[in-house]
């Protein structure tokens, strides 16, 4: 399923190379004359945040050696490659310089060609001369980037103004050496992704770069690494084992890549997310500024997707798209030399619009107008990790959340642990703890309801003064409690939150009744008219409390710190707007 779509992805898009070429980065131009001659070695990257960083351009790609090289240093590319592969230069050098030859002269080496000729006139004489290497480098200057890293490399004639590699006749020439290459491959099969009978076969070696975390030479999503998974003789590296045609394994190979250094990509925690459509969509476009960071030209960008998102979804005017055209969300981790499957969601995209709503509608909560209205999934990650440091996320977080808004699940419990957590060691229960926690336990709640109804209901976005939940209203009297110490010592050091609040969330009996006794100290210095108005909303949020709980599980400390946060908005916002009751 997963390679059968990017592989119709790759067929209706057009921003892709065809088959038997890739975009790599390219650093510096080799400028020859018609002899073979190094006129000038050009620069050709391109500045980006202050950094020269390579120029995209399509080179031929003749195998995975397009991608990431080996170490055997004899698998050079075609009329272009790194330094090393093209000058002869570092460990390997001479070796690698022959590879580039013979790569050469295998593919092109009959094509009467004026770039070709040159090319390897070039090649011949520094072969024959590797000190002229370094009088070439120092000639132009760069024997520090040079040393730095290994630069890739294309040529070009001095008298033309495209690259060697494409003109158009060594185009056409590689292009049939290309088709007669592959049609006369010794294996043949039947493709898995496309079905198609006797066909030749790719080996299971395609390398796919962008996956966060994963080796930088790139790393395989289809792979065998132990001898028990090639039974019957059948061999992972000549393709036996996952029969894939040679087209099949360009297509999907081109299009992740592409998607994974696309905007159709998200990063939640450890886990790319590629998204995509099987015909072109507004949505491809619209969920990473949903899930991503919004920029900071541009701070509103994913309010305003979420308010288009709601709008489509609610006047039933699917204005994104076509709604019932199939989307694609595919969630990859790193995993060594492999990638790993996080999760794979296929759906009608009006399906995937109402449960990306359903989350946003889970987040809701009441907060301080300079706060965002639109939380990106990896705010919500570092509110619930410890120092707010990304590192500090936990490896699979992002991708379980991530899994259970695609599919509509309830959210993994390791994310409520964590924000409740997070509340209880830094005492403080933040704007994005708050809606992660009431979003947790929204999706048990009606999960828990669709099994037995009317178990219990769910949290309002604001304060919900009908609430009978004891946890909840213990929240909302500890927020009372606080403020009126506030109120009654003016810039006080330390208050009965960051002394008490771990304590008040888990174990209540232990503290509260040295808190009401604390609160009768703090109302002698109020004004009668507010004591007597704080007075009468503690008997209001205490009636119907039997007793103080011994001790409250992670679900109730979640509801306590949801009632500390709604009664703290309460306190600070107009009477009119603070209250909210369920219909």
Same mark, same amino acid.
């Given at each position: ?97 022959? !590879? %580039?030859? *013979? ?5 092109? #080496?009959?094509?009467?060609?004026? $770039?070709?000729? @040159? ?103 289809? !792979? %065998?690494? *132990? ?5 019957? #003789?059948?061999?992972?590296?000549? $393709?036996?084992? @996952? ?122 909560? @009441? ?217």
């Amino acid at each position: 399923m997963i390679l059968q779509a990017l592989s119709r992805y790759y067929e209706r898009s057009e921003d892709m190379p065809r088959e038997g070429w890739v975009r790599r980065g390219v650093d510096y131009v080799l400028v020859l004359d018609d002899q073979g001659q190094c006129i000038n070695i050009e620069s050709i990257g391109e500045l980006k945040k202050g950094k020269t960083v390579p120029r995209d351009l399509l080179v031929p790609a003749i195998g995975k050696q397009a991608m990431k090289h080996t170490n055997s240093g004899v698998d050079a590319n075609l009329l272009w490659d790194n330094a090393s592969f093209v000058l002869g230069t570092g460990n390997k050098g001479q070796g690698k310089l022959a !590879s %580039f030859i *013979a790569t050469l002269r295998d593919w092109l #080496g009959t094509v009467h060609d004026q $770039g070709i000729q @040159a090319v390897l006139q070039f090649c011949g004489h520094i072969q024959s001369n590797p000190d002229s290497v370094t009088a070439l480098i120092e000639r132009f200057q760069l024997q520090e980037a040079f040393e730095k890293r290994d630069p890739v490399l294309v040529f070009r004639l001095v008298s033309d103004i495209e690259y060697v590699h494409a003109r158009p006749a060594v185009r056409a020439a590689y292009e049939a050496a290309l088709s007669k290459a592959r049609s006369g491959s010794p294996l043949r099969g039947t493709c898995l992704v496309t079905g198609s009978t006797n066909v030749p076969l790719a080996p299971n070696e395609s390398v796919i770069k962008g996956v966060w975390g994963g080796q930088p030479a790139g790393c395989n999503i289809v !792979s %065998f690494n *132990a001898r028990a998974f090639e039974s019957y #003789g059948k061999r992972e590296r000549n $393709g036996e084992n @996952a029969p894939i045609s040679q087209s099949a394994s360009f297509a999907y190979t081109t299009a992740l890549n592409y998607l994974l250094t696309s905007k159709q990509r998200v990063q939640v925690g450890d886990t790319s997310t590629v998204f995509w459509a099987e015909e072109p969509h507004d949505l491809e476009s619209a969920l990473p500024d949903l899930f991503g960071e919004p920029p900071r030209d541009d701070p509103n960008r994913g309010t305003d997707a979420l308010k288009a998102l709601y709008a489509a979804v609610q006047t039933g005017k699917f204005t994104l798209g076509d709604a019932q055209a199939r989307f694609h969300v595919l969630g990859l981790a790193p995993n060594a030399a492999r990638i790993a499957i996080r999760f794979w969601e296929t759906a009608p995209a009006m399906d995937l619009a109402q449960r990306i709503q359903q989350h946003f509608e889970d987040l809701r909560i @009441a907060h301080a107008a300079r706060e965002p209205e639109h939380l990106s999934l990896f705010r919500l990650l570092a509110a619930c990790a410890v120092q707010g440091k990304a590192d500090n996320i936990p490896p699979n977080l992002g991708g379980e959340i991530m899994r259970a808004i695609l599919e509509g699940l309830p959210y993994p419990a390791s994310w409520l642990n964590a924000a409740v957590q997070r509340c209880r060691a830094e005492q403080e229960v933040t704007y994005p703890r708050a809606a992660a926690i009431k979003a947790s336990l929204n999706r048990m709640i009606r999960h828990c309801n669709r099994i037995q109804p009317h178990q219990e209901r769910e949290f309002l976005a604001m304060l919900d003064t009908a609430n009978p939940n004891p946890a909840y209203r213990l929240g909302r009297l500890f927020a009372v409690l606080e403020k009126i110490q506030e109120e009654s010592s003016p810039g006080v050091n330390a208050t009965i939150r960051d002394r008490y609040y771990g304590a008040a969330s888990s174990t209540p009996v232990s503290v509260f009744t040295t808190l009401l006794r604390l609160k009768n100290h703090h109302l002698g210095k109020l004004h009668k008219g507010r004591a007597v108005q704080m007075e009468r909303l503690i008997g209001e949020i205490m009636e119907g409390l039997a007793d103080f709980p011994r001790q409250l599980g992670l679900r109730d400390q979640g509801r306590f710190a949801i009632g500390y946060y709604h009664q703290r908005q309460a306190l600070y916002t107009k009477p009119e707007t603070a209250t909210e009751t369920a219909d």
